[in-house]
């Protein structure tokens, strides 16, 4: 983290888990916990049926709820779809986009990943990009190219004054889900390699000033030693956010 250049941010992403009653009674729970805490912007990102209770349960605390995906178009006939300014006019402000298990499942491209980038920012969101490499990629040694690739597709046409509200999720597949995590090493050169880019992109004083999560297996026994490397400004978080006691000790790192 590095506190004094850019905002520390541990975001949640609940992916398909808990009903509106159950997000209701994790808030509740987790609230009074990370209360205070305002080192770190705290966000869960919930289904879309969740969303609402989730807020509700939020409100007056420390605590933001953001979306897990959005369209790019603003209506029409795309069955299944939210459009930003759906999200919008429920008061949502954040919304993750590219998450890999989009990519891996749904078919995203960086095609569709900046398309949905450019809508929710152009919507007045602040988009939680997330990219990262798979196992064959870093075993064959191409983890910079991979990113710094998805960097510049997915941020095409996103101007300097619109990537202040986009928090980029540098999440290596083969961490999300299995236990694994890149060391803290990894997370911080893989990070820094993101930043090089965004530096490339936009001027070096930019890209300081952006916040670069890590993704993948955090959890409350590994936060600390990640979150101490000075490119890596926060975590998305999966299955540790949906433990409020172990989503709570991440919190506490990052204070
Ligand atoms: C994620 O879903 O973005 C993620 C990092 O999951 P997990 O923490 O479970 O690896």
Sequence with gaps: MNPAKRRTVIAGNWKMNFTPDEATAFINEIKPMVAGKDNCDIIFCAPYVTISAAM???????IKIGAENVHFEEKGAYTGEVSAKMLKAIGVEYVIIGHSERRQYFAETDETVNLRTKAALAAGMKV?????????????????????????????????????NVIIAYEPVWAIGTGLTATPEQAEETC?????????????????????????????????????KPNVDGGLIGGASLVAKKFTAIVDAAQ
Excluded: F, P, W
């Design 128 to 164: 939680i990009l997330c990219l990262g490499e798979v196992k064959e990629q870093r075993l064959s040694g191409i983890t910079n190219e991979v990113v710094g690739m998805q960097t510049k597709l997915d941020l095409a046409g996103v101007d300097a004054e619109a990537l202040k």
């Design 192 to 228: 820094g390699e993101i930043r090089k880019v965004l530096a490339a992109m936009y001027g070096a004083e930019v890209a300081e000033t952006v916040t670069i999560q890590y993704g993948g297996s955090m959890n409350d026994a590994n936060a600390a030693e990640l979150l101490a």
């Design 56 to 62: 509700k349960a939020a409100e007056g605390s420390n």
